[in-house]
């Protein structure tokens, strides 16, 4: 069964958009992490696709791309021990106020 991943985004008539994306500061951050991350052998590129495809469907549809990448940093930084679920939630309550 093809998983939300695995279709190559929604039908439409509307042409690509073939535009280069200005990177935002915070999609700047995720990206230079997930180098650093790759660079202390915390990060594998097929650990980083397993853990983007156990994303839900209805996560993987709301995130854009560096959002995906943010989500799967997380799985994996916890699955190795190197931060809590508790921990990130703590730190998330703090940023919001």
């Known amino acids: 069964m093809p998983q939300v991943h695995d279709r190559g985004g929604w039908p439409t ?3 690509i958009d073939r535009e280069e994306h200005v990177l935002s500061d915070w999609e ?6 997930h180098n650093v991350l790759s660079y202390k052998g915390l990060r594998r590129t097929d650990e980083m696709r397993r853990a983007i495809e156990s994303l839900s469907p209805e996560t ?3 995130c ?3 959002e995906r990448w943010t989500a799967a940093l997380e799985i994996l930084l916890i699955e190795k021990g ?3 679920k508790e921990e990130l939630d703590l730190k998330h309550a703090e940023l919001q106020g």
């Open 13 to 15: 008539d509307e042409p």
């Open 82 to 84: 190197v931060v809590s």
């Open 28 to 33: 700047l951050r995720v990206d230079a992490m």
């Open 64 to 66: 854009s791309y560096y």
């Open 60 to 62: 993987y549809e709301a």
